[in-house]
């Protein structure tokens, strides 16, 4: 275990992003510790691997939306454990530089998970406009801050942080729009006294794997039994295309409970030979909805 709190966070930036104020919800807004902005994912990823940054957050997951590819693919290859959750309230908003000139807007900019989120709206307000992608919601506002012709969709903070005004708010098509973060380290890292110190059972956890299974009838069937048996509760299950070879796939599974839990020792107790390979990602105290 680390003896101190490694002292940068790196997340998605530019600053303003909803993984910023995902950071800001779990660590404080204190200064102690440096926020470090990156261009994409992965490089939040890359960071905390390198040891340049002591944690991670990455949005792993959204109500309306579904899954983070990117964030779901990097967790197949790193070599990091999850040692917390934040579940953050989403609001887009629809931001413009100068909104007298809103007949000038040609097109919007944003996350391609905030567009998926706010589609309905999109389709009914300005159906004809061009949508483009771009690499999160405050790189959307820092674009619209530089051109009157392109209106962004992201949140509160990032108007702010580019001086946008808000043209239509709560854009989002579902008004409970909810994103998931993770917390990723090197190792199980003490998190400060607000936090629960990650790697021990608080008796309100959640765990995450990897599972890997043969292609072959009742193999899921199998991997998911022991779960029934121990009653541990299964929080979610995702399945992403495992790489190695076509047609073949890796299940994400996250449950209730620590990997010290005794369920828990006897779900995988009973697991050892039902699957391929699993990997543990990690064990860490569930957050509030
Ligand atoms: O662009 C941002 O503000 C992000 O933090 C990324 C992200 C995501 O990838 O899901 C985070 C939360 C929202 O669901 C939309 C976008």
Request: contains cysteine.
């Amino acid at each position: 275990m680390m003896s101190e709190v490694p002292d940068r966070i790196a997340f998605l930036g530019p600053p303003g992003t909803f993984s910023h104020a995902a950071v800001d919800r779990f660590f404080g807004h204190s200064d102690a510790q440096e926020r470090l902005s990156v261009a994409n994912i992965d490089d939040v990823f890359l960071e905390v691997e390198a040891g340049n940054a002591g944690f991670g957050v990455v949005p792993v997951e959204n109500s309306t939306e579904g899954a983070v590819n990117s964030t779901q693919d990097c967790l197949i290859d790193t070599s990091l454990t999850i040692v917390g959750e934040i579940y953050l309230p989403i609001e887009h908003n629809l931001l413009l530089k100068d909104p007298a000139r809103l007949s000038e807007v040609r097109r919007i900019v944003s996350h391609k998970q905030s567009l998926g989120q706010c589609r309905l709206w999109l389709r009914t307000h300005y159906p004809d406009m061009e949508l483009c992608e771009v690499s999160s919601n405050a790189e959307a506002a820092r674009l619209a801050a530089d051109d009157p012709a392109t209106a962004a969709i992201a949140g509160e903070v990032a108007a702010r942080f580019f001086d946008l005004t808000v043209v239509a708010d709560r854009i989002q098509d579902r008004q409970d729009n909810t994103t998931r973060f993770l917390v990723m380290a090197r190792e199980h890292a003490a998190l400060g006294t607000e936090h629960q110190v990650a790697g021990v059972s608080t008796g309100q956890d959640k765990t995450s794997i990897l599972v890997y299974t043969e292609n072959k009838p009742g193999a899921l069937f199998r991997v998911l039994e022991p779960f029934d048996d121990f009653q541990v509760s299964l929080t979610r299950i995702e399945t992403r295309p495992a790489r190695d070879s076509m047609w073949s796939y890796v299940f994400f599974v996250d449950f209730e409970g620590h990997m010290q839990d005794d369920a828990v020792k006897n779900v995988f107790g009973k697991l050892a030979g039902r699957a391929v390979k699993i990997k543990n990602l990690g064990s860490y105290p569930r957050a509030r909805v």
